[in-house]
């Protein structure tokens, strides 16, 4: 397929855009201090740097998204007089974001040519644009009829790379794409973007995931604080280490958990037959101080079985907790008085409540244990809400600025202080370092694990196999719904961890 034309640059030409000295400042944050970056044509480009660095707002910068403080942005060697959003979609630039604008009741086809409809006003050779819709999607393994509410994620995603494209894109931003993807959704959406690339496409790629930048880029920058750092030409000639090093500015020591046999220990929690969508558990236990990694191919009853334990999804089932049987909570009032305390994946639906400040969000679930008569216990409030601003290294000035003002990897850290700062007795984080840069998921997993060498049982719902080898003293492997495979102890490999979860 050919969707955009070269206009008349030739392979000398190998700078598509250039990021010339720009700044960005929101009050007194300078977000980005003068940044130049050379993206050259036809590659795909790493950006990388711990959370809050500045990334977000550099791509929001050269996909109009956000209006720079200063500097240029030179596209084909011109620089550009307007940057905003239009002026950079004609440009051939173009930002997929995290929630892929898709419209559910139209089809894939469809969707593609949302992105060009208003551009062509007037003759519109519907025709013509459904044919080159459905031979763009002919390789994609989308279907063009089918609606795009039925498509899976990286279905989603790959619609909305090929929006872009369908759209004369030819620099598309990825920040931070693979997230919510399985280990093979990722590998599709690699091969796609491959395919791409040697179609000319430019990519810049946001990830944490040093194994996605070794295996998919040709060159990084590293942004720190708002400026560049550092960078390669030569990514394949990097290991993971030295990519660390260049984002952190350090060398990095990565976590491992003393793991710890708790069987024959009288058990926190007890699951007994829990039925429900996804779900069909037999057994499980779980002591006290006992880390228990939950793992497996999404509707596997994994994250199932976690979001039931909290009252989050509709089960019926039976729950021993410090000698006393219940059911299942109906609803997650109920688990937090319970003394369970939970960490959704997904910020956005359960979340930091952006308009409220650092702080409010901290002190959010457990502020009505610590109301007496009514009355918030202002000082206890301030004392846990320092405490874990603290504790999780929130890069903002202050607790009293909101969630809003946060970079993506900063709110999940809020989030993770809320749900510490709850004192529970079983905590349930699911994806707990999913978006939080190299060197604060060190800390993040050394939090859990000392909060667990209080007496906490703690269940991590992780895909990320190095975290769960990292991270936990048994892994749990589900399939239909019920644990299918136990490990423990040296078993605990990325090897046997992937094989399990795919056999
Ligand atoms: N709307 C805003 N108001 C105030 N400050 C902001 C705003 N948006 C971003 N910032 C600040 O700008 C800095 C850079 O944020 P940015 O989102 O670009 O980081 P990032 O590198 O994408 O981080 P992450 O890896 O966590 O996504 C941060 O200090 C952030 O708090
Ligand atoms: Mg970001």
């Known amino acids: 397929m050919t969707i955009h034309d070269t206009g008349g640059w030739t392979a000398t030409d ?29 590659t795909i480009h790493g950006l990388l740097g711990e959370n809050g660095a500045g990334k977000s707002t550099l791509v929001g910068v050269i996909s109009g998204q956000r209006t720079p403080t200063s500097g240029r942005i030179i596209m084909n060697g011109q620089p550009l007089e307007r940057v905003d959003v239009k002026a950079m979609e004609e440009a051939g630039v173009f930002l997929v974001t995290q929630e892929p604008m898709i419209i559910d009741n ?34 994609s393994g989308i279907d063009p009829a089918a609606l795009a509410g039925r498509l899976d994620a990286v279905a989603r995603r790959k619609l909305n790379i090929l929006r872009a494209m369908f759209s004369g894109g030819t620099v598309i931003i990825l920040d931070e794409p693979t997230a919510a993807l399985t280990v093979a959704d990722r590998r599709q959406l690699f091969d796609f973007m491959r395919r791409l690339k040697a179609e000319g496409v430019t990519f810049i790629f946001i990830s944490h995931y040093n194994d996605e930048i070794l295996e998919i880029c040709d060159a990084v920058s590293v942004l720190r604080d708002g400026s ?36 024959g220990k009288a058990p926190a929690i007890s699951l007994r037959e829990v039925r429900g969508r996804h779900l069909a558990l037999s057994a499980l236990d779980i002591a006290p101080g006992e880390i228990v990694g939950f793992t497996g191919l999404p509707g596997a009853g994994a994250k199932e079985l976690a979001r039931a334990i909290f009252g989050l999804h509709p089960a019926r089932g039976r729950l021993t907790m410090n000698g006393v049987e219940t059911g299942l909570p109906g609803d997650p009032r109920m688990a937090l008085d319970a003394g369970i305390a939970f960490l959704s994946d997904d910020r956005r639906r359960d979340g930091a409540v ?15 244990s610590r109301a007496r008569f009514g009355f918030i216990d202002r000082a206890a409030e301030a004392a846990v809400v320092s405490r874990y601003f603290g504790a999780m290294g929130v890069k903002s000035p202050g607790p009293e600025y909101a969630v809003d003002t946060l970079s993506g990897g900063n709110q999940q850290k809020v989030c993770l202080g809320r749900v510490l700062a709850t004192d529970p007795r079983l905590l349930i984080v699911d994806e707990p370092t999913r978006g939080i840069d190299v060197g604060v998921k060190q800390d993040v997993l050394r939090i859990i694990d000392a909060l667990s060498n209080t007496g906490v049982a703690v269940i991590i719902v992780s895909t990320d196999t190095d975290e769960l080898v990292r991270a936990v003293d048994r892994v749990c492997v589900f399939g239909q719904g019920d644990i299918k495979e136990t490990l423990t102890g040296e078993d605990i490999t990325v090897e046997r961890l992937r094989a399990s979860v795919q056999a």
């Not at 855009?17 to 044509?41: C, E, F, H, N, Q």
């Open 14 to 42: 190998d700078v598509i855009l250039r990021i010339d000295d720009v700044a960005k400042s929101y009050g007194p944050v300078k977000a980005l201090r003068g940044v130049t970056l050379d993206i050259r044509r036809g």
């Open 106 to 139: 139209m089809t894939a086809a469809e969707n593609l040519m949302l992105g060009i409809w208003p551009v062509r006003n007037g003759l519109v050779d519907w025709k013509a644009l459904r044919a080159d819709a459905a031979r763009m999607l002919d390789g």
């Open 228 to 263: 560049l750092a550092g960078g390669s030409e030569d990514v394949r000639a990097m290991t993971s280490e030295q990519l660390s090093e260049l984002v952190l500015g350090r060398g990095l020591t990565l976590f491992q958990r003393a793991r710890r046999d708790h069987a």
């Open 354 to 368: 952006g308009q409220m400040s650092i702080g409010q969000n901290i002190a959010l679930s457990s502020l009505p």
